[in-house]
């Protein structure tokens, strides 16, 4: 388990700690029907084939803004990271909880709500953010701890 040292949160991060555990967490998804998902993906950006390097489970609770970041650069656009939600809060709550920026000339700086220029997101069941090559993104302000959820 993971933790951001100088975010203002409770954000923390679990992946797999060695190769044989991160096999079987691609055998989890792909029993859960990801395969369908990646497939897609594929084709449509005309793909000969994906590889899947690095897993991770975030929760949190509470946040006053993440640091702007982004996951994935100069890959030719074929780097992605994937954003897919298991739990929302009160099957959804009702605030973004993503802040966006597709401008590459970021500024490392905290997103308690997004300024001009940036957007924000709210998450959805069934649906994943899929971010490429240097899409500057943030955790947004947001406090679940008196209903207890993440």
């Not at 509470?62 to 954003?83: C, E, Q, R």
């Amino acid at each position: 388990m993971q933790r951001p040292l100088n975010w203002k949160s409770n954000l923390h991060w679990i992946s797999p700690w060695n190769k044989e555990s991160h096999r079987k967490c691609l055998q989890a998804l792909s029993a859960a029907g990801y395969n369908d998902v990646l497939r897609n993906i594929g084709e449509n950006f005309g793909f000969d084939g994906l590889a899947c390097y690095h897993i991770a489970f975030i929760n949190v609770s509470h946040s006053a803004g993440g640091l702007i970041h982004f996951d994935v650069d100069k890959t030719g656009a074929k780097g992605f990271a994937m954003i897919v939600p298991s739990i929302l809060v009160n099957g959804n709550g009702t605030q973004p909880e993503l802040a966006l920026q597709s401008n590459k000339n970021y500024e490392e700086e905290e997103a308690e709500t997004p300024p001009p220029g940036r957007g924000s997101l709210k998450y959805h069941y069934e649906m994943a953010t899929m971010m490429g090559d240097a899409a500057n993104h943030a955790t947004l302000s947001v406090d679940y701890r008196v209903s207890k959820e993440m």
